[in-house]
């Protein structure tokens, strides 16, 4: 089907239908980014340098899989669509690999080193297998601006429902299952469970989705592809705007977990609790967003919602050993609130960006744009992760075994505090500046589309 209604309004199951889809995929990346470098830490006894190391490694292979994966999704052709077959053979893939990455044991040395490597490139595969088709289909299913915002407003709740499985149920299964191996054998099982399950309901609940078959975009990826999009300068600025978030992310995320153990002393409970606060807020806060993002546009909600997570990260400086839970709550429901907004106003934008590419040039190449925005997702957690993991160990983290802590040197404390406030700041500021250059908005895509029926009308 190449043509579609500009702006009719989605079917609501079809907006759970995929939005569900982002349980797996936050699983997958969150998961992975907080619980790998505290497992090979506090479990196998490693060092930070090497799980920060490992986790560079295998986003800079993901960088190649996600613009190939991108650009086959764009030529396949089959009765399921471009998109989902991708989702159903990523599905089973992104859950045999958290069991591979987490049921890790008996092993050391470059053994250790070499199952882990090659664990991490076939979870970044599965990873993408899922999430750039997955990404690519908005841009499919609607030309409507405003819908674009209301399907990407299902997508974000779903994330604060992944977030809370992938942050708060996976600290609990660890915790009840002692907080050594056992812990994260028990989270990985569970967690790979879970993951199949949301990505299938994905794969089934989008299947009356429209989309443009490939008979209609057919288009091999050349050098040119690359020069038009670095002209399109709606997605350059939102790009740029994303690679601050996700350094920022990339940093703070596996930094948290380590912070509430080895600064907080709140162990598992404190992550437990910052998890469950932060999500629900991601949850409610969705309505809230979603009607100003009509009212006052999508930018200028992306700046409002990084300015409340800059602001909210800062206030960690001032936690000290002993902080009270409710301090925790209070804090997780500010940042969640503002990652809320900022994490459906940039998604909705994507989709805009793929729309005004196509109205410059009339090919549709919604995969390769997908698979950029993910090259930028994972190459800023790449980049974070990694340092994370080098300044740690230049601070002199103590790794452990088993789940046992040790104290930390003041340097290792002073550096967590820097891991989780300070450093993510710096990044939102960064990215609050780029877009604020940022001016595609309905006007500017309903003019273009005028200009190019006219002109494919003559």
Known sequence: MSERPAAATLPTRLCLGFGVGTVGASILTNTIAVYFPTFMVTVLGQSAALAGGLVMFSKIYDIFADVFIGAMSDRTKSRWGRRRPYLFVGAFSSALSLLLVFWAHGMEGTVLVGYMAFALVFYSTAYSLFNVPYFAMPGEMTDSYHERLRLMSFRTAFVGIGQLVSLALTA????????????????????????????????????????????????????????????????????????????????????????????????????????????VAVFGSQPIWARMGRKFGKRNCYILGVMIMACAGLSWLLAEPGLPMWQVWLRGVVIGFGSGG??????????????????????????????????VEKGGFAISVGTTGFLLAAAGYVSTVEGNLVQQSESTIRALYFLVGVFPAVMFVAGVVLILFYNLDQEKLQRMAAERQATEGA
């Open 172 to 279: 609990w299964l660890i915790k009840v299952g002692g907080g050594g191996s056992d812990g994260f054998h028990l989270m990985g099982g569970v967690v790979a469970v879970i993951a199949l399950g949301t990505m299938l309901l994905c794969f089934f609940g989008t299947a009356s989705a429209k989309r443009v078959e490939a008979s209609t975009a057919k288009h091999t990826f050349t050098t040119r592809d690359i020069t038009t999009i670095f002209t399109n300068r709606p997605l350059i600025l939102l790009m740029g705007a994303k690679l601050t978030q996700y350094l920022a992310f990339g940093m703070v995320q596996p930094a948290n977990l380590l912070f509430m153990l080895n600064v907080l002393h709140l162990g598992y409970s404190g992550q437990i609790g910052l998890a469950i606060a932060q999500n």
């Open 342 to 375: 900022s994490l459906l106003m940039s998604a909705s934008m994507l989709p805009d960006a793929m729309q005004y590419d196509y109205l410059r040039t009339g090919q549709r190449r919604e995969g390769i744009f997908s698979s950029f925005y993910a090259i």
